[in-house]
């Protein structure tokens, strides 16, 4: 069965309890067993990891990226959370392993700060879902599972 990378960045760990006016009360731990939930309806396993040290996280994708290679990785879904508008290290990362990746973000980063209408990473992402909650998870888990399938 292959795998989808569901990654989560810097506190991300918080949700629940993290400015539920903007991020909601659904914990990490439900966002997690939604989309093992998503991907198992899908024929994907789905593994879920957080980390709030960007070094980890640049390790996961390279991760991601020698499994893509082997064939058990279909995609990553990948909310870096603020690493997002800073990190040029997590662009290039996702830029060298050739893994599609979707990324996601449960607020609407376009309404919010001006800091956060940039991302490093949408010049090097395979899609973008943003502002639909925790919902957009299943979106781009959905989004992954027709691309392998396209993929063939």
């Not at 903007?22 to 989309?35: I, N």
């Not at 949408?122 to 943003?130: D, R």
Request: a neutral charge.
């Amino acid at each position: 069965m292959p795998t989808i990378l569901v990654l989560n960045g810097p506190n991300l760990n918080l949700l629940g309890t993290r400015e539920p006016a903007t991020y909601g009360s659904t914990t990490l731990a439900d966002v997690e067993a939604l989309c093992k939930a998503a991907g198992q309806k899908l024929g994907f396993a789905v593994e879920c990891r957080q980390s709030n040290h960007e070094g980890v996280l640049i390790d996961a994708l390279h991760e991601a990226g020698r499994g893509y290679k082997a064939g058990g990785v279909a995609g990553v879904v990948f909310n870096a959370g603020a690493y997002t508008h800073s990190s040029v290290a997590l662009h290039d990362a996702i830029r060298a392993i050739e893994v599609p990746v979707i990324e996601v973000h449960i607020s609407n980063v376009h309404a919010r700060e001006s800091f956060r209408h940039h991302s490093w990473l949408s010049p090097v992402a395979a899609g973008i879902i943003v502002g639909f909650g925790v919902d957009g998870y299943v979106m781009a888990i959905e989004a992954l599972a027709r691309k392998s399938a396209a993929k063939g």
